[in-house]
């Protein structure tokens, strides 16, 4: 059964808050009633910037962008996602998310989405589940994944990237997990994920997808990391 966290009183919670040059920072919950704020936020900073979603031009194609909106809305959906609020001169608005699905060991797996180029990112994804094997490695039945870490461009260099994975550990405590997978796709977010206390899992590259039979370039300098923390 998929995953779905209770949306109760206590939320959203808030996990760290910070003044700097006058505007004041909130890593929080993120609100229900700014899931298509942060969807389409994901659209305009994410999708351009991400390597495997650039390489299939996503963010060119109509029917790419649809699956996208239907991917990170289904995964706001669970409401164990990330959000930083920064508020300046009276106005509050999200420059940074971390969307968060949960994966189950007893999920099913379902083809809902029509485009190849967004379907070549899931099997990408999905290929490096099945190298990694993270059930079995971290021996725990469910795990807090990654669906994508997005910073507003004018709001980077701040550190918020970071902040938002930290953010996973008092997240998983509070609805009791104990670990955390993501795959990171770019040398920047993978130092950041060592740094925050990520350790490898499996690492592949565009070259290995390729010769899986997914439509990537025979490119071994492009390395994609799955990473995994726990919460003992």
């Not at 704020?37 to 299939?56: K, Q, R, Y």
């Not at 509070?174 to 950041?192: C, N, W």
Request: hydrophobic share 40%; aromatic share 8%.
């Amino acid at each position: 059964m998929p995953f779905k966290r209770v949306w109760d009183d206590s939320c959203p919670k808030i996990y760290e808050q910070w003044e700097k040059n006058g505007a004041k920072y909130t890593i929080q919950d993120l609100r229900p009633e700014d899931d298509d704020i942060a969807t389409e936020m994901f659209l305009e900073h994410f999708l351009p910037d991400e390597v495997m979603c650039n390489t299939n031009g996503i963010h060119k194609d109509a029917l790419g962008l649809e699956d996208a909106r239907l991917f990170w809305r289904t995964t706001m959906a669970e409401r164990m996602s990330v959000a930083c609020y920064r508020e300046l001169n009276g106005k509050k608005e999200i420059v940074g998310v971390n969307a968060c699905p949960v994966k189950c060991i007893d999920d099913e797996e379902k083809d809902i989405f029509k485009s190849d180029c967004f379907k070549q990112v899931i099997n990408g994804m999905v290929y490096g589940d099945k190298k990694a094997s993270p059930f079995r490695t971290l021996g725990v039945d469910k795990y807090l994944s990654g669906a994508g870490l997005m910073v507003r461009r004018d709001a980077r260099g701040e550190g918020i990237g970071a902040r938002l994975l930290a953010a996973r550990e008092p997240l998983c405590r509070s609805v009791g997990i104990t670990a955390t997978v993501t795959i990171f796709t770019g040398p920047a977010s993978q130092k950041s994920a060592a740094k925050a206390g990520f350790t490898d899992l499996a690492a592949l590259t565009f070259a290995e997808l390729a010769d899986a039979g997914m439509k990537y370039p025979r490119d071994e300098r492009v390395v994609i990391k799955m990473m995994a923390k726990t919460y003992d």
